[in-house]
Structure formats: structure tokens, C-alpha cells
């Protein structure tokens, strides 16, 4: 965590920033967050990831005092009060203090700034194992704080030597507990249409190869794909090579998965010089 925050409206030491112990953020489990990176202290797609937040309060029924302008304006002081050349910034609002300890209120809302590390070289070398999980994530379009079931059940697929999971449920694939899954064939691009957080790198990607398919996929396409790749943030597109004991294609990453990886850097640094 870097030196500086924002906390109920002022810039503070992250230090600190306090919230109340019986917030239902905390013991319910009830608020919101979104994540972002800098790059060359440059606060890559903000405009999306503003507006996500926005509509996750919107969403949760959770007050938030600010405005896209304000928070904007905040994020990048602090950017230059922590000298935050490429870092992550994370945004949070709870669900608030209740005298029921259950229905939201007015909750506390904070920006950190942190340390950012992606995935090593070799990952996107050789790409990731996932573990094929049967769930789906509730309320999936927003971005709660609830991760307690992939938290708890990553214990697993860590022993396994797996990087994550691919949630299915019915047969059908939505996403992973942290990214959102593309499957290739036949040169043919798809991603899944529900159940499915809409990430800013999705949407990215979604525009470098605008001809791919929005649709339901099942766990035996992706297993049958000829490549398989996640997004997020903390990601950008790293090649998953193996789901459970199988490998994906020839085990390697595949050319479009590459392609739009190098697709994807370059836009971002585009736009951070
Ligand atoms: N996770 N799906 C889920 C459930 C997510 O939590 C995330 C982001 C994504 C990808 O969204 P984006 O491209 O906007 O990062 C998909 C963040 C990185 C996290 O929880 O750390």
C-alpha cells in the first residue's frame, strides 16, 4: 500500500484511513470496488473503469458522494502524491454501518494506491493452467467485494499448480474468479455472453477484434479449442495452456492469443505517453 490515500473524503496517510468493524462491507460482505493500473503515470481506460464503479453504486443502492469529474481529479493527485509510475489504484465503497446489520446505509468509501506485480514471463511463455470449477458467480455483473468462495477454494487450485479456475455451471462457461475467458477455433474468436463480470479488458479486446462472437460456450468447446486465454487488468491476455489434466491445442500458446497481447500492449502504450 503507498503512503497516500483517500479516505471519506480527504487525502490521508493510508495509515490511517479507518472503517467502522461493523460495516456490512465487513461483516456481510456487502460493497463495492473497482481496480485500475497506471502506466507512466498515466491512469489507463479511467473513463471505463470510473463509469463501472458509478454503475456498481448505482446497482448495490449504495450512496456515492462524488462525480466522475471529482474522482478523477482525486486519483490523480494521488497518482503524483505517491509517484505512482505503474501501480494499481483501487476504489472502494462499503455498504455501511446498520442498525439491523444488514441493510445497507451510508458506507465509507476509499482510494488506495499499490505495488503492482503481473504475472511472470514465463506464464505468458508457456502459459497457465486453469481448474474447471462448477459455480457462477451471483449478481456477476457488478463488482461486489464477495470473492470469499474462489478466496477459499484457491488453497486448491494452488496445490493443483493451477493459476486460477474457469467457472462453469449447466455445461456452460462464464468466466474466471478474476478475469474473463476467450476460446479460439478455426481461427473463429468467442467469449461468453452471461454470467460475466463486463471487463474494461474484455471490452478492449472486444474492439482489437471486433469480429468475435458474444454467445453462451460450453466447457467441452473450450476444452476442444485450439486456444484458450483470460483477461483482466492484472493480466492483460495471458494463454491458458491446460484446463485440469488437459492440454489446450498443442499445449502452447497460440498466434491470436499472442497477437492480441502484443495488440493490447501497444494501444496501452498508446495512450500513456
Ligand atoms: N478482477 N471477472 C471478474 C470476476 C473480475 O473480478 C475481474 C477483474 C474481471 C476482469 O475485469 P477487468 O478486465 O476490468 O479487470 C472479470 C480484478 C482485476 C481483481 O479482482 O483483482
Redesign the pocket.
Known sequence: MKTFCFANSQIIESEKAKIHPMDIGLIRGYGIFD?FRTSNYSPVFLNDYLDRFIRSAEKTFLALDFGKEELSQVIHELIEKNDLKNGGIRMFLSGGVSENHFSPTKGSFFIFCEDLDFPSKDKYEKGVKLLALEHI?SIADIKTTNYAFPVWHSKIWKKEGAEDVIYHMNGQVS?S????IFIVKDGKISTPANH??H????KRLLELAPQTQIRNITLKEALNADEVFM????KKVLPVTQIDELKIGNGHPGPITKKLLEEFTELEQKISV
Open positions: 481496480f458467480r468466466e474468479s478474476r478475469s474473463n460475466i463480470l471487463g474494461i479488458t474484455r483477461t483482466s487488468t492484472t
